[in-house]
T-cell receptor, first 113, second 117 residues
Framework: NAGVTQTPKFRVLKTGQSMTLLCAQD?????MYWYRQDPGMGLRLIHY???????AKGEVPDGYNVSRLKKQNFLLGLESAAPSQTSVYFC????????????FGQGTRLTVV | AQKITQTQPGMFVQEKEAVTLDCTYD???????LFWYKQPSSGEMIFLIY??????QNATEGRYSLNFQKARKSANLVISASQLGDSAMYFC??????????????FGKGTHLIIQP
């Protein structure tokens, strides 16, 4: 029972480099989310998806792109990384139309130097 | 205005004492859900308890209970008989009900709880 799996767990990027974070869930959830966590800020929503082929902007979308080509996967891309994107990134998923818990991945610690 | 406010950045509590972590929220949506998550030093987010806006009774899960006061818009987490393993960051979060709450959770800034022996 894997739940939500994020790849990679750690990454160091140089300013201007690009990368993609992968989130995979095996619970057949419709909704998927990307959050970032910064010290003293709690978690903030970057982008989300309510189903395969759909994406939408959250609270802090600038500098990120996402894709949901398959229901089980939600990709977060950084086209040109900046030091301000140093953060811990969490993916989460939930069932549709239900006020139930969100299942979180283990997080990805990204450092941009 | 912040949607979720946690006014206690840090708390120190003696082992075996009860703990109350404060959370107030702001929404005009009549349908919403309130959540508490625990984040230990290892970093994962652990779901603790959920309270729906229409639930008549306060939610309980083992040693965790949610003191839901709708008129005051507060959703405090109560941990009974605290243990050393309860030391962690605790986040209050809200999902607003329009559209089934598809647009994610709004989190507070968290409370760092330290249980002392």
């Amino acid at each position: 029972n894997a739940g939500v799996t994020q790849t990679p767990k750690f990454r160091v990027l140089k300013t201007g480099q690009s990368m993609t974070l992968l989130c995979a869930q095996d619970m057949n959830h419709e909704y998927m989310y990307w959050y970032r966590q910064d010290p003293g800020m709690g978690l903030r929503l970057i982008h989300y998806s309510v189903g395969e082929g759909t994406t939408a902007k959250g609270e802090v979308p600038d500098g990120y792109n996402v894709s949901r080509l398959k229901k089980q996967n939600f990709l977060l891309g950084l086209e040109s990384a900046a030091p301000s994107q140093t953060s811990v990134y969490f993916c989460a998923s939930t069932k549709s139309f239900s006020n139930t818990e969100a299942f979180f991945g283990q997080g990805t610690r990204l450092t941009v130097v | 205005a912040q949607k979720i406010t946690q006014t206690q950045p840090g708390m120190f509590v003696q082992e075996k004492e009860a703990v109350t972590l404060d959370c107030t929220y702001d929404t005009s949506d009549p349908s919403y859900g309130l959540f508490w998550y625990k984040q230990p030093s290892s970093g994962e987010m652990i779901f603790l308890i959920y309270q729906g806006s229409y639930d008549q009774q306060n939610a309980t899960e083992g040693r965790y209970s949610l003191n839901f006061q709708k008129a005051r818009k507060s959703a405090n987490l109560v941990i009974s008989a605290s243990q050393l393993g309860d030391s962690a960051m605790y986040f209050c979060a809200m999902r607003e009900g329009v559209g089934g709450g598809a647009d994610g959770l709004t989190f507070g800034k968290g409370t760092h709880l330290i249980i002392q022996p």
